[in-house]
Every structure is written in structure tokens, then in C-alpha cells.
């Protein structure tokens, strides 16, 4: 099955001679990779049975058929995982695409703490019972792709990589890929929560500060827990609507995901605290450095948590 992603009238010809061996599915205009891809998979479920294994591929001729059946075989082994064809990156790979899989594959791992190597591979492969779930994961473009294994590393989908040949055409030329504006929508959840952070972290530290100065030294040290405490609960109010409203979109109740938030910022007020009482009382780090310190160590637990377990995302229609 070919879905033609509304191709200029000139591949005409071509998609008469495909639909000789494959049936080929219109958009009337370009709607992107992901759509691409739902419109796929929609057409699969509504003309098929759940028993079957799901292979895409990319149309740009990276992808052998040799390795279209590795991967199909590795699924029907795997029943339930993602097959992901990964390239090594072996030979002569064009820089930008060298470069883009280097960082999408780091901040995979930064976030989730599981290792990928090709983030970006469009021959992937996996059980037909698993349309309805993949059919609900937000995206139409290229960061349809990255939302699909964010989504297996939050529900806990096994992800499992067999290597393919590395094959790049014309330095890759073919490729529909934008490199701001494709990057940025691939990045662009986590972009946000990084704004929502960073404008919590400089309410928080501001107001650290100021309640540092205005509280008074102690025999055993400057009055750290105070000021903490104080500043957090500012900060945290503000960063819970932010990321309700704006981040995560959030479809639970208001009461629910306030109480999970707070609750969740209550620990992570008490491990901060404590952490940062030991940095400068015990050890005796400058109180600004080491709230600075602090504050990056909690961000990664804050936004695992949020994002997999407080906020569920508003489900887009497909």
C-alpha cells in the first residue's frame, strides 16, 4: 500500500504504475509524514483483520527489501514491541543527517533514559493490534514519529533495533526534511516544558533570593529551608496552570491533576531542600550556586513524572 501525500501533478504517471501492484491512497494536497502514516493505518484497521504485522517505509529508497523482511520477521517474534530498522550510520552519511540523529537520539535518553540509536528510521515494524493506540498519538508531520517512541518509552512498549544497511541517495536530497522547522515540531513538548521551567526557575530563584537577604543569619547557617519553601510555593502554582493550560494541554480534572502536582511538588520540595540544606550548610556551597545545582538535578524527575503520569494530553481527531 502507497499513501500519496499530495504529490505535484508530474508523479502522475508514477502512482498509475504503482497502483499496477499496490493500492494507493490520495491526499488531495500535503499533510505530512504523520498524516501520511494515520491515513495508513486507518485504511489497514478498517480493511483487515488484527493478525498481521505492519511494515512502513520511507519512499526515498533507503529502505532495501531485504531489510523490510528483517524487521517484519523480528515483529512476528516480538509481538507487542516496536521494530525499529536502525542504521548505523556507516559510510559516507550526509552531515545533517549524522548530526540530527546524534541529537534527537541524546535527548531521547536525556528524557526517558532509555537508548535508541536511530531516532529518525522510517522502516519500523509491529503487531496490527497495536493501530488503535498508534492512531491516538498526536503529530502530522515528522515529530509524528518521535511522539510514537515517547509514547512506547510512557506506556512501557518494548523497543528493539535490528540493523539495517545504511543507504543515502544524492546526499539524501530527496528528502522532504526541514531542519528548523521539521526540528523544532519534534522537539517542540519538550521545548515547551523547558520555557515553563525556566520562567517557574527564575520566579523561584528570584524570590529565593529575595527571602534569602531578607531572612537573618543563624547560629548554624543562613536560613535556607525558609527561604525554599517560600519561594517554591510561588513558583509552583504558577508552573502548575503553565503546564496544565499550555505544556501538557491536560484532558483530567482540575482537582485530580492539582492534587497529583502538588503532591509531586511537595516531594520534590523536600529533596530539594534537603539536598540543598547538605550543599550549603553541610558542605558549605555558595547558597546561589547551590540552588542553581539543585534545581537542574529535579527538573528531569519533575518532567518525567508530569508528562507520563499528572498530564494526560488532549487527544487531537484523526
Known sequence: ?????????????????????????????????????????????????????????????????????????????????????????????????RFGNTVTRFVYWLFTKKGVYDMQTGLRAFSGDMI????????????????????????????????????YMNENQSSHFDTLRDSYRIYKEILKFSASSFASFLLDYGMYSLLAMMTTYSAEGRNVAL?????????SIFNYTVNREMVFQSEESRMQSA?????????????????????VNGIGINPYAGKLFVECLFFFVSWFIQSHFIFKARKRGV
Not at 35 to 64: M, N, P
Not at 227 to 235: K, Q, W
Open 1 to 97: 500500500m502507497v499513501v500519496d501525500d499530495g504529490s505535484s501533478p508530474d508523479k502522475e504517471e508514477l502512482f498509475q504504475l504503482v497502483e499496477e501492484y499496490a493500492t494507493v491512497l490520495h491526499h488531495d494536497r500535503n499533510y505530512g509524514k504523520g498524516r501520511a502514516l494515520k491515513t495508513g493505518l486507518e485504511y489497514i484497521q478498517d480493511h483487515f483483520l488484527s493478525d498481521y504485522i505492519v511494515v512502513t517505509v520511507d519512499a526515498d529508497g533507503q529502505h532495501k527489501p531485504d531489510d523490510v523482511n528483517k524487521v517484519c520477521d523480528a515483529a512476528e517474534e516480538n509481538i507487542g514491541a516496536i521494530i525499529l530498522g536502525s542504521r548505523k550510520m556507516k559510510g559516507n552519511v550526509p552531515v545533517r543527517s
Open 132 to 167: 488503535p493506540e498508534l492512531l491516538n498519538i498526536e503529530g502530522e508531520r515528522y515529530e509524528y514519529e518521535m511522539n510514537v517512541l515517547l509514547t512506547c518509552s510512557g506506556h512501557q512498549i518494548p523497543i528493539k533495533e535490528v540493523e539495517i544497511e545504511t543507504v
Open 227 to 235: 527561604s525554599n519553601v517560600g519561594a517554591r510555593m510561588i513558583s
Open 259 to 279: 492534587i497529583q502536582y502538588f503532591l509531586l511538588a511537595a516531594g520534590i520540595l523536600a529533596g530539594n531542600t534537603l539536598v540543598l540544606e547538605l550543599l
